[in-house]
């Protein structure tokens, strides 16, 4: 076994953190499912307590890679890195297509798909996740990176039943991702076979033939004893690479569908997961997901007793995560590496990325964010708010929360929060600041007065303030009780190493 430290998150540029973290074959199995380039912005859609969705949709990432200064260095790494073979196919297709947003995916892609064969064990394998806009692109600079000659194959995974806007259009309806599968080097790679049960068609096909005559072949009490006894020592039907009983599995148990769903848009079923990890790795070994998403991957490698390694470059998917993997596995022991621990790391933060910042502090005390970097318009105050019930009949509230990254703060800003919680009819809002606030704010929130809970039977103040220092050190809203707007997990009962389909 590696030595290597897993059952990590890593939040940032997952290009950097495979050159600065990971070293040379130490991973068993890759799984990545990265943005497809379908020119799409993806959301992370949380649900208020009410049950209704919430007012905005935050961008998680946007997919739709522009060539600029970051497409460029990536094809500059590539062209003066050591896999000529790789630099020539990529030079072709930059230079046949022109730079543009597929060739600036491409190239970002490729440099990081060199970083992943690097880190491969000798006895490992990719799954690259796709579909059919760059599919064809990815399976060109894959065949050069890691050899056509170690190609496993192209599996088809049909997702569902066509229906509503899928079905518009003039042309066939999509119905499916592809899965593009190489070994490090092939024969030696882990492969374990699953069976599939056979279907009930081919039993009674199989097994109640009739000769010209009309007579059965054995006696029908003779026939379904042979029938239990074969199916008893065969181990079913072998995998193929066309999966349409993932289909059926999810598409039409609702209630687990319904379990699974974490908000994330792109989220898979967690049975195709848990095929793929089975199917690729063993027991103990160390699984990665550079584009871990909402951490479908890893959440089937440790539901299979697989170590694992998560990256992603969004706080919010980080944290998204995080709680699914306590939620699931309650005695799990994970760690963070990349977010903000300590003030200079936030402050840090803040410089680099003020919406990071932001929804970094907005999870930090369990709050909803309600806007992303591509909302237009004003935000009108609200950063971020938390959900809860009060009142006679337990009516929906929501504590309004502003976020404040910058040095200029000042008694206008509580000023201005009181003025969105009277416009929002809300009864408490609560003031995050990087840095502490002057003795004006504090006298100017304590004006603002209390508010009288219903179902508690205390006051609140209207208007809370509370610094990054004090919410590292633990310090959260005082607040009526209310209900986390992250959905939750459901526990799993223990691990397993075997699929039960």
Wanted: hydrophobic fraction near 35%.
């Amino acid at each position: 076994m590696s030595n290597i430290q897993t059952n990590l998150l890593y939040y940032g540029d997952n290009l950097d953190i495979l050159r600065e973290s990971i070293p040379d074959e130490s991973i068993d199995l890759i799984y990545l499912d990265p943005p497809f380039n379908s020119k799409r912005s993806y959301n992370v859609l949380f649900r208020e307590s009410s049950g209704a969705a919430s007012e905005a949709q935050i961008e998680a990432f946007e997919d739709s890679w522009r060539w600029g200064p970051t497409a460029a260095k990536a094809y500059y790494d590539v062209m003066t890195g050591k896999r000529q073979e790789v630099s020539k196919v990529l030079q072709a297709l930059v230079s046949g297509l022109g730079h543009n947003e597929m060739t600036a995916y491409i190239a970002m892609m490729t440099v990081r798909l060199l970083e992943l064969h690097r880190i491969l064990k000798s006895t490992g394998t990719i799954c690259l996740h796709c579909d059919a806009t760059a599919g064809h692109y990815l399976r060109v600079i894959m065949d050069t990176i890691f050899d056509v000659r170690n190609h496993i194959s192209d599996i088809i995974w049909a997702y569902g039943t066509p229906s509503g806007g899928r079905t518009a259009g003039k042309r066939p309806i999509k119905n499916h991702d592809i899965l593009i599968t190489f070994a490090k080097a092939y024969s030696h790679h882990t492969y374990n076979r699953i069976y599939l049960p056979y279907d009930e068609k081919y039993i009674r096909e199989r097994f109640n033939k009739v000769d010209e005559s009309g007579r059965r072949y054995r006696e029908r009490e003779r026939n379904e004893v042979f029938t239990r006894q074969y199916l008893d020592e065969s181990p079913g039907v072998p995998l193929s690479d066309i999966w349409t009983d993932l289909k059926q599995l999810y598409a039409y148990h609702w209630m687990k569908r319904k379990q699974e769903e974490l908000g994330y848009p792109t989220q898979k079923p967690l049975a195709l997961l848990e095929r793929v990890v089975s199917m690729s790795s063993n027991p103990g070994d160390i699984v990665l997901d550079p584009f871990c998403g909402c951490g479908t991957a890893l959440h089937a490698a440790q539901k299979l007793g697989r170590r694992w390694l998560g990256m992603d470059i969004t706080y919010l998917a980080i944290n998204l995560i995080e709680r699914r993997m306590r939620d699931a596995f309650p005695d799990l022991e994970l760690k963070v590496i990349g977010e903000p621990r300590d003030l200079a790391s936030a402050h840090d933060l803040a410089r680099r990325d003020k919406w990071q910042f932001q929804w970094w502090a907005l999870t930090k005390i369990n709050a909803q964010p309600v806007r992303g970097k591509k909302t237009k318009g004003a935000d009108k105050g609200i950063d971020g708010v938390i959900p809860f019930f009060d009142g006679p009949e337990e009516e929906y509230r929501r504590a309004i929360i502003s976020v404040k990254g910058g040095e200029g703060i000042h008694s206008s800003d509580i000023r201005d929060l009181v003025g969105v919680l009277d416009r929002e009819k809300s009864p408490i809002g609560i003031l995050v600041t990087l840095f502490p606030p002057t003795k004006p704010m504090i006298t100017e929130a304590a004006t603002a007065g209390l508010w009288m809970s219903e179902i508690w039977g205390r006051k609140f103040h209207r208007i809370q303030i509370l610094s990054i220092e004090e919410i590292l050190n633990g310090k959260k809203p005082d607040l009526p009780w209310g209900k986390s707007p992250f959905a939750k997990a459901p526990v799993e009962s223990n691990t397993t190493n075997q699929l039960e389909f």
